[in-house]
């Protein structure tokens, strides 16, 4: 902050403390800056400097107001009541503003020291400029190694206060998208990606997207923007669910007993463990598929009795294991494959984004898919950096970003699916091996508290559902409550910004994405006038006549060459 305070525009004066130890009360006319989540500062002495204390205004009240009888004639506007008795408007609006203290910006440390020297009675309160706060909220600037350009502080014009988040932080911490229906989460998400895969970032990207939004990010590869002069273009690749592949090997017994109908007895499920048991102490690891876990169950059949020197009481239970074994694994359309698995380097490499695309598969093998693949991953990284590796296909030299979207799916709150678990394991260590997860959905009140908590970088958008408020609330360390009362009134495309990838929580107005978004709601209106213009009727008429033809042949051939 080394701007002249006397340039910085002065807005009120300090009343004095507010009812938390952190606050101060200032009072002013000037209704129009002093909103809500707006930056201002006073002087105080520290030692041999004198600092410019920051702070973000969490409450105003107004305190006087014109008479009411001003104001009782809709037709005649109180300016001119007020004018004609000598009575400046200003003058009569008296605003009580609180202030919550964040403190001064140490260039050394990069970040904020509050010195917890409250402002005297009667001191001035300024505006911070829209220079200053462009050096102090964010930790990078727009386009510097590390930084992600996502928008602008919202209480100033667009572009004017630049908001950027830092990527190592987000990646090594975690991050959380939140937002309700409609209120932009796909698109921040899609403008975030966007920075990813900047020169400036060339990061490792994959997208679990169960809904088929993110295929516009193909754009990515034929955008100069993303381009750099030695060479860089980034990568998109979109899995569809038929290029899925995981090999059965990889799964556990967990993963195998969730994915089995209910109804599947205890008994059923013991003689599965002693199959996986046997697997385990006769096969290694990639070494068998499915029909030998199989096989080793219907050795069970004819095994050891019971104990009562009869095991003819397992046939049933086994022969019911098998059918259900067989009736979600053994199929020409199933996702699990005898061999084939899809590389962690196809998935993951810097400068590429990979998408899969999850819409066609049922949402139990989703969960399994994402565990998974969040396992294969964590193992690698783990066995990389501990040098346990140095080629092959668990060598990945390299840290990586997931974004789940609608991960309330893979962590669902009160219940247990088997993506939890590895996503747990992930949040709370994943900082030391370079695995970061980026979780999105619309409902935070249904996604895991222990999950969402681990996530110290928030982007949180509308959310009006009071479960979900009370869930942030209670999950969201870095946001103030006073921040999070604003969540309803928020306006699509608007955001407060939190935690560890910015220095301090701002109110936000994401940028434009720079490509398409493909998650746009549907215009059911438009849809339907165009499906009675007059080109669509043609061609439809065309397709339904095609479509008559043969069935009128098939009648022709029925009844013996006569026509109807």
């Given at each position: 902050?080394t701007?002249?305070?006397s340039?910085?525009?002065l807005t009120?004066?300090?009343?004095?403390?507010g009812?938390?130890p952190?606050?101060?009360i200032?009072?002013?006319?000037?209704?129009?800056?002093a909103r809500i989540g707006?930056?201002?500062y006073?002087l105080?002495?520290?030692?041999?400097?004198e600092?410019?204390i920051?702070?973000t205004?969490?409450?105003?009240?107004?305190?006087?107001?014109?008479?009411?009888?001003f104001?009782?004639?809709?037709?005649?506007?109180p300016?001119?009541?007020?004018a004609?008795?000598g009575?400046d408007?200003?003058?009569?609006?008296?605003?009580?503003?609180t202030?919550?203290?964040?403190?001064f910006?140490?260039?050394?440390?990069?970040?904020f020291v509050?010195p917890r020297i409250?402002p005297?009675?009667g001191a001035?309160?300024?505006?911070?400029?829209?220079?200053?706060l462009?050096?102090v909220?964010s930790?990078?600037t727009?386009g510097?190694?590390?930084?992600?350009?996502?928008?602008?502080?919202?209480?100033?014009?667009?572009?004017e206060?630049p908001?950027v988040l830092?990527?190592k932080?987000?990646?090594?911490?975690?991050?959380?998208?939140?937002?309700s229906t409609?209120?932009?989460?796909?698109?921040?998400a899609g403008?975030l990606v966007?920075?990813l895969?900047?020169?400036?970032?060339?990061?490792?990207?994959?997208?679990v997207d169960?809904?088929?939004?993110y295929?516009?990010l193909?754009a990515i590869?034929?955008?100069?923007?993303?381009?750099?002069?030695?060479?860089?273009?980034?990568?998109?690749k979109i899995?569809?669910?038929?290029r899925?592949?995981?090999?059965?090997?990889?799964l556990?017994?967990?993963d195998?007993?969730?994915?089995l109908?209910?109804?599947?007895?205890?008994k059923?499920l013991?003689f599965?463990?002693?199959a996986?048991?046997?697997?385990?102490n006769?096969?290694?690891?990639?070494?068998?598929?499915?029909h030998d876990l199989r096989?080793a169950v219907?050795?069970?059949?004819?095994?050891?009795?019971?104990g009562r020197?009869?095991?003819?009481?397992n046939v049933?239970?086994?022969?019911g294991?098998l059918w259900r074994l067989?009736?979600?694994f053994?199929?020409?359309?199933t996702?699990?494959?005898?061999?084939e698995?899809?590389?962690l380097?196809?998935m993951?490499r810097?400068?590429?984004c990979t998408?899969?695309q999850l819409?066609?598969i049922?949402q139990?093998?989703?969960?399994v898919?994402v565990a998974t693949?969040?396992?294969r991953v964590?193992?690698?990284?783990?066995?990389?950096v501990s040098?346990?590796v140095?080629?092959?296909e668990?060598?990945l030299?390299?840290?990586v970003f997931?974004?789940?979207?609608?991960?309330?799916r893979?962590a669902?709150?009160?219940?247990?699916v088997v993506?939890?678990?590895v996503?747990?394991q992930?949040?709370?260590?994943?900082r030391?091996?370079g695995?970061?997860i980026?979780?999105?959905?619309?409902?935070p009140?249904?996604?895991d508290?222990?999950?969402?908590?681990q996530c110290m970088?928030?982007?949180?958008?509308?959310?009006?559902n009071?479960i979900?408020q009370?869930?942030?609330a209670r999950?969201?360390?870095g946001a103030g409550?006073?921040?999070?009362?604003e969540?309803?009134?928020l306006?699509?495309?608007q955001a407060?910004?939190s935690g560890?990838?910015?220095?301090?929580p701002v109110?936000c107005r994401i940028?434009s994405?720079?490509?398409?978004?493909?998650?746009?709601?549907?215009?059911a209106?438009?849809?339907?006038a165009?499906w009675?213009?007059?080109?669509?009727?043609?061609?439809?008429?065309?397709d339904?006549?095609?479509?008559?033809?043969p069935?009128?042949l098939?009648k022709v051939?029925?009844?013996?060459?006569?026509?109807l």
């Open positions: 902050m701007q002249d305070p340039t910085d525009m009120g004066t300090v009343k004095g403390p009812e938390r952190h606050e101060y200032f009072i002013t006319t000037d209704n129009a800056r707006e930056f201002v006073y105080a002495q520290d030692g041999d400097h600092r410019r920051l702070g205004i969490t409450t105003r009240r107004l305190i006087r107001n014109l008479p009411d009888a104001l009782a004639d809709p037709n005649t506007p300016s001119i009541v007020s004609l008795i009575l408007d200003e003058a009569c609006e008296l605003y009580e503003i202030v919550e203290t964040i403190g910006f140490d260039d050394r440390m990069n970040d509050n409250p005297e009675a001035s309160v300024r505006l911070a400029s829209s220079e200053t462009a050096g909220l930790a990078h727009t510097e190694h590390g930084s992600a350009h996502v928008g602008s502080l919202l209480t100033r014009a667009a572009g206060v908001l830092s990527i932080d987000v990646v090594s911490t975690h991050l959380a998208i939140l937002a409609g209120a932009g989460k796909s698109y921040t403008v966007e920075e895969m900047m020169p400036h970032n060339r990061a490792a990207v994959l997208i169960p809904h088929a939004e295929h516009t193909r590869e034929s955008d100069k923007q993303f381009s750099h002069a030695d060479g860089y273009c980034p990568e998109v899995f569809t669910h038929d899925i592949k995981i090999r059965f090997s990889s556990t017994e967990s195998v007993k969730y994915l109908p209910e109804g599947t007895s205890d059923m013991h599965l463990s002693q996986f048991r046997k697997i385990k006769t096969k290694r690891e990639g070494q068998w598929a499915y096989d219907q050795e069970e059949k004819y095994g050891k009795d019971d020197g009869d095991s003819s009481g049933s239970s086994i022969e294991l067989d009736h979600r053994d199929r020409t359309d996702i699990f494959s005898d061999s698995d899809i590389p380097r196809d993951f810097p400068g590429c998408v899969l819409s066609d049922e139990s093998e989703q969960q898919v693949l969040l396992r964590n193992k690698a990284r783990m066995m990389t040098e346990e140095t080629f092959g668990h060598f030299p390299y840290p997931t974004l789940l979207e609608e991960s309330h893979f669902p709150a009160g219940q247990t993506s939890t678990n996503l747990k992930i949040l709370s260590e994943g030391k091996f695995v970061g980026g979780l999105i959905t619309q409902r009140g249904k996604l508290q222990d999950v969402l908590s970088t928030q982007i949180i958008m509308r959310i009006v009071p979900d009370d869930t942030i999950s969201v360390e409550r006073q921040l999070l009362a969540l309803p009134a306006t699509k495309g407060i910004l560890t990838g910015v220095n301090t109110l940028r994405r720079l490509t398409k978004h493909g998650g746009e709601t549907f215009d209106p438009a849809e339907w165009k009675h213009a007059g080109d669509a009727r043609r061609h439809r008429e065309q339904e006549s095609v479509l008559v033809a069935m009128r098939k051939e029925k009844i013996g060459g006569i026509p």
